[in-house]
């Protein structure tokens, strides 16, 4: 009996340790895609020019307005409207940056 009971809990912390490995990896993936978005137009701006800096910020922000919309369809309803707020607020950021572009690439 006192088998049957280590067995099972030995399958349940085996279970709970692949689950926290599991959210530990989506968290350095999130972690290193946050970081990926905010350093890569600074570093498009260093090496190239401006233009590439604003298309590269451009990239970023419809990379993120499209996985926080999949991210929203995936989740409960209060989560739900956060996130397609901030979808919003990166939509917004998305049309001043492209107005940006377009005033640049004029003059």
């Given at each position: ?42 570093l ?52 001043m ?11």
């Open positions: 009996m006192t088998e049957l009971w280590r067995d099972r809990e030995t399958r349940e912390d085996a279970d709970r340790m692949l689950a926290l490995r599991q959210e530990k990896r989506e968290a350095y993936k999130a972690l290193f895609f946050t970081l990926a978005v905010v350093i890569a137009p600074f498009a701006l260093v090496v190239f020019n401006l233009e590439v800096a604003l298309v590269v910020l451009v990239a970023g922000l419809v990379l993120t307005i499209v996985l926080t919309l999949h991210a929203a369809n995936q989740t409960g309803a209060i989560v739900r409207s956060r996130l397609r707020a901030a979808a919003a607020v990166n939509g917004l950021v998305l049309a940056v492209i107005a940006i572009l377009f005033l640049v690439l004029r003059a």
